[in-house]
Every structure is written in structure tokens, then in C-alpha cells.
């Protein structure tokens, strides 16, 4: 079973950007068909953010695309999120998943962006 751990959350202005990191551990990722991030804002249920298959195709949902890039380096075992642009609508807890909603979580990694 893959173990999964974010890191790179912070506290920034709108407009700044920041980069997450999903490291993974008993496990490949190259293995992996696919790695998702999502987001979870209080009060509100768990969304679907981006993720990024094998073959490195990549589906981003709508509020973030042009401004999100989530990327992978089989080599560190790892997926990135680049987010660019960040508004304060982005503010979140930002987990990293394999095998969709009944699959391997992080413990997830806080982001707020304040205006």
C-alpha cells in the first residue's frame, strides 16, 4: 500500500504562488495509473482539483486550469502541484490521492491565501 505525504502549504498574498508536494513511499508511482489532487475549503465537501495518469495526461477541474500545473518526477517518486495566480477562493486543505475517493490519502497540507 502507498503511503502519502504533502508538504509545501502556506500563507500567501493573491496573486502569489506556491508549489505542493505529494511524496510517495511502498510504492512506485510510476506504477500508479493515476495520481489526483484535491481540496477540501471549511465547511465545504472534499473537490476534485487535478490529476495526472501514467502517461502523464493531465484534467484539471474547470476553476483552476491556466493557473494550476500538476506534473510528476517518477525519478523522486513524487507529484507536484504548481499554483500560480492563487486567489482567495484557493484557500483549502490540499490532499494528495491514488484510487479515487476509497483509496490512499496524505494527511493533506494547508493553503491560505489571503486578498
Known amino acids: 500500500q502507498v503511503q502519502l505525504v504533502e508538504s509545501g502549504g502556506d500563507l500567501v498574498q493573491a496573486g502569489g504562488s506556491l508549489r505542493l508536494s505529494c511524496s510517495a513511499s511502498?510504492?512506485?508511482?510510476?506504477?500508479?495509473?493515476?495520481i489526483g489532487w484535491y481540496r477540501q475549503a471549511p465547511g465545504k465537501p472534499r473537490e476534485f482539483v487535478a490529476a495526472?495518469?501514467?502517461?502523464?495526461?493531465?484534467n484539471y477541474v474547470n476553476s483552476v486550469k491556466g493557473r494550476f500545473t500538476i506534473s510528476r518526477d517518477n525519478a523522486k517518486n513524487t507529484v507536484y502541484l504548481q499554483m500560480n495566480n492563487l486567489k482567495p477562493e484557493d484557500t483549502a486543505v490540499y490532499y494528495c490521492?491514488?484510487?479515487?475517493?476509497?483509496?490512499?490519502w496524505g494527511q493533506g497540507t494547508q493553503v491560505t491565501v489571503s486578498s
Open positions: 511502498g510504492r512506485r508511482i510510476a506504477s500508479i495509473n493515476v
Open positions: 490521492n491514488t484510487g479515487g475517493p476509497r483509496g490512499n
Open positions: 495526472i495518469s501514467s502517461g502523464s495526461i493531465v
